[in-house]
């Protein structure tokens, strides 16, 4: 049975979707960018932005039974792909254990403000 979580984020309801559905043993989180959805404010940095979405997709994939931990695919999607690299301390920490498959594209995102935006795919219950 299909289940769709929602992180509370206006843009869910006005765009569409969800920030996870859990589907067949796997949690596909949508990207997800820096934004403090509780107050709806963005840091100007790439690196408080990271540990926003972090902490975001942390909570999603907690309320869908999984974790960190158990994240087999990320995609790391950044407007200009020198700020990077000031990311790597924290994503390193993040997924130590999971070691995921992942993929790094250069992209501009929805709001010029957005300098991160990370989307993944998790196993649940394992």
Same mark, same amino acid.
């Given at each position: 049975?299909?289940?769709?979580?929602?992180?509370?984020?206006? &843009?869910?309801?006005?765009?569409?979707?969800?920030?996870?559905? !859990?589907? $067949?043993? #796997?949690?596909? !989180?949508?990207?997800?960018?820096?934004?403090?959805?509780?107050?709806?404010?963005?840091?100007?940095?790439?690196?408080?932005q990271?540990?926003?979405?972090?902490?975001?997709?942390?909570?999603?994939?907690?309320? /869908? $039974?999984?974790?960190?931990?158990?994240?087999?695919?990320?995609?790391?999607?950044?407007?200009?792909?020198?700020d &990077?690299?000031?990311?790597?301390?924290? #994503?390193?920490?993040? &997924?130590?254990? /999971?070691?995921?498959? /992942?993929?790094?594209?250069?992209?501009? #995102?929805?709001?010029?403000?957005?300098?991160?935006?990370?989307e993944?795919?998790?196993?649940?219950?394992?």
């Amino acid at each position: 049975m299909m289940r769709r979580i929602s992180s509370g984020s206006v &843009f869910e309801a006005q765009i569409g979707y969800s920030r996870a559905v !859990v589907q $067949g043993g #796997l949690v596909y !989180v949508s990207g997800t960018t820096g934004y403090d959805y509780a107050s709806m404010t963005l840091p100007g940095d790439v690196e408080a932005q990271c540990a926003n979405t972090l902490a975001t997709i942390a909570k999603v994939l907690e309320e /869908a $039974g999984s974790s960190l931990d158990q994240v087999v695919r990320v995609r790391y999607i950044l407007p200009d792909r020198r700020d &990077f690299p000031k990311c790597w301390p924290q #994503l390193s920490a993040a &997924f130590a254990r /999971a070691r995921p498959a /992942a993929t790094m594209i250069e992209a501009r #995102l929805m709001e010029d403000a957005m300098k991160i935006e990370i989307e993944v795919t998790a196993v649940c219950g394992e």
